[in-house]
């Protein structure tokens, strides 16, 4: 007897969990489905408002991942193509009155803010207004914030404008406390990317190119604030240089700064409802991101110019496990999407989105290759974001037309070489010793027990020289310039947009548009639509699963590292790495 009811308890228990798991796999069908129902066009209310809320991270491309509707971790809002598209289809719907900015902390570059900027102040034009509003400014969203009709804040709140700060975190000192140094080979005077590892103070040229590309962004900032504002940019150096951050609220409203202050949200409601012509007792009629995004493309008719988004760092092999990217460009894979864009018929021309900062040469190089096979076959156009340098902008160098923003960073057209050297900590600091047998002088290359000798520094610097070489060739090849005219404005040393485009790195300055202009007058297009690639994976639960535990991890350690996130991973994942690097400083944190 007790063995049938110890039975029937195991059976039970199976029963139970065999239900348990029915049961999610039922509700998260339930939701996928609900999901899928929902993506139909809701309708939008006459004389409505479109709400933007500008807080939190601002990615590239909105996710596919449907996970993150489920759990609620999703930042469509917060997708700059999300973004671009919305703020187009609110200036072409009539139902659509005008446009409410909720500004909050939003965390981005510079590039991605002139791209919004320059769609609000198309907005604009139209003749539709912009409300904006903020508990507290930063610069970033006070930077757009300029744009709007009317500028509110609480009158207890702040506008954080002092300027730009860049931090240039320096290891070597303090990885040598643990044994632990870098054996590094580089190309150009001004690739810094190794200062962070090897140096205990910046270098000449890596202060001359930061500082001139700080200046430049802060003064594209400032000119736009002044632009909009119509106060001086010396009135604007003023207010940052005296701290105005800590000034009351008022202060800013005498300075012009801001239009009004409120003291909650009645009185934003009413300027909001003054705006639309409503009384004070109706309700306003608002439009969400996730309502603005189901709603019809504008442009739906006439040829197709494909749109390929590559962000993130270049790599050879997707990484994985706790090392893993939610973004990254995998050089086979991009070098796959491209050469089948070219030889699909439908597609009659190619932008491509870039936004990297660079990684591996060698995947560099494939993807400059698979460009090359695609120019061939059609147009080809690089949108440049936030970043396009190094690998970024090695991939980029070959297309017909390059547009990049005024404060992109791009070139870094240099390589260097880094290698973990261990043998201080193993030896010195943990007292292992070794033995070593070998057939050949260089059998026992890269052994973590010793340093490299001076014959094997000799052959690595010969390798990163041929590897620096074939990057101004390509270079050379792509933007029409003898191999020492490119070794002049080379160096390793970032570039602004603006001042890439003196040196004739770029082609034009502007954004998405200009890009998709540019491609559809190449192709002879008179009449265009645009498709996203690559576009979202078929269905895979694993798949979708470890994608989001990553996701989850990541923004986890990004929030206990917070902006030297990066450089952490980079330390441990350096061995998984290719030896030929094409990257900028792994820390390009500049502090609005």
């Known amino acids: 007897m007790k063995e049938m009811s110890f039975i029937k308890s195991v059976l039970a228990t199976v029963v139970g969990i065999m239900a348990f798991f029915a049961i999610m796999l039922c509700f998260f069908i339930g939701s996928l489905v609900g999901i899928a129902f929902s993506s139909s066009s809701p309708s939008i209310a006459d004389n409505s408002v479109f709400v933007i809320n500008l807080d939190g991270d601002l990615t590239e491309r909105a996710s596919s991942n449907p996970l993150q509707k489920i759990m609620g971790t999703q930042k469509t809002s917060l997708a700059l193509d999300d973004m671009i598209a919305n703020i187009k289809k609110a200036k072409a719907n009539d139902k659509i009155k005008g446009i409410f900015l909720d500004c909050g ?40 914030a300029t744009v709007a009709n009317k500028v509110l804040i609480h009158e207890q709140g ?38 962070t590892l090897t140096a205990d103070k910046m270098s000449e040229p890596n202060r001359e190119q930061i500082t001139a590309y700080m200046n430049g962004i802060w003064n594209n900032i400032v000119k736009g604030v002044s632009d909009s504002r119509k ?92 090392n893993a990217a939610s973004d990254e460009i995998v050089g086979n894979t991009v070098s796959d999407d491209l050469m089948k864009l070219a030889d699909d018929k439908e597609v009659k021309a190619v932008v491509i989105r870039v936004n990297s900062g660079g990684g591996s040469a060698f995947a560099s190089e494939k993807m400059w290759q698979a460009v090359k096979y695609l120019k061939g076959k059609k147009p ?51 007292g292992v010793k070794y033995e070593t047998l070998k057939t050949n002088e260089h059998s026992d290359f890269g052994n973590m ?42 160096q ?79 330390i441990q994942t350096i061995d998984k790495q290719n030896h030929i690097q094409a990257r900028i400083p792994f820390i390009m944190e500049i502090n609005l």
């Open 231 to 322: 106060i001086s940019a010396e009135k604007l150096n003023e207010y940052a240089d005296s701290l105005i951050t800590f000034s009351p609220a008022k202060d800013y409203l005498k300075y012009h700064l801001v239009d009004q202050l409120v003291s909650g949200n009645d009185e934003v409601r009413a300027v909001v409802k003054k705006m639309l012509g409503i009384g004070k007792d109706d309700d306003i009629k608002t439009v969400s991101m996730a309502t603005m995004s189901k709603q019809e493309d504008v442009d739906t008719d006439g040829d197709e110019i494909a749109v390929y988004y590559a962000y993130g760092d270049i790599v050879d092999d997707p990484s994985t496990g706790i």
């Open 449 to 490: 027990f010793r340093s490299f000798n001076e014959s094997e520094k000799a052959l690595l610097e010969k390798y990163i020289t041929r590897g620096y070489d074939l990057f101004l060739s390509r270079v050379a090849e792509g933007r029409k310039m003898t191999k020492d005219q490119v070794n002049e404005i080379a």
């Open 380 to 430: 080809v156009v690089v949108s440049m974001g936030d970043l396009a340098a190094s690998g970024g902008y090695y991939m980029s160098c070959l297309a017909n037309w390059i547009v990049a923003e005024k404060t992109t960073l791009t070139g870094s057209i240099g390589i260097f070489g880094m290698f973990r050297d261990l043998s201080d900590l193993l030896t010195n600091k943990l």
């Open 158 to 195: 702040g506008l954080d404008w002092h300027g730009l700060a860049s931090n240039n975190l320096l290891l070597k000192d303090a990885l040598a406390k643990f044994g632990i140094k870098f054996a590094v080979t580089k190309v150009g005077k001004y690739k810094s990317a190794p200062e």
């Open 105 to 144: 902390s939003l965390g981005t570059s510079t590039a991605s803010l002139e791209e919004i900027r320059r769609q609000l102040l198309d907005f604009k034009k139209s003749g539709k207004w912009i409300i904006a509003y903020a508990d507290n400014y930063d610069a970033d969203t006070y930077y757009l």
């Open 492 to 570: 390793g040393r970032v570039w602004l947009g603006e001042d890439a485009l003196k040196n004739k790195l770029v082609d034009e300055i502007g954004g998405i548009d200009a890009a998709l202009a540019k491609a559809a007058k190449l192709a002879r297009m008179e009449k265009y639509h645009t498709q996203a690639y690559p576009s979202a994976e078929d269905f895979n639960l694993n798949a979708l699963l470890d994608q989001q535990e990553q996701d989850i991890l990541n923004e986890k350690l990004t929030g206990v590292f917070g902006e030297y996130y990066s450089t952490f991973k980079f």
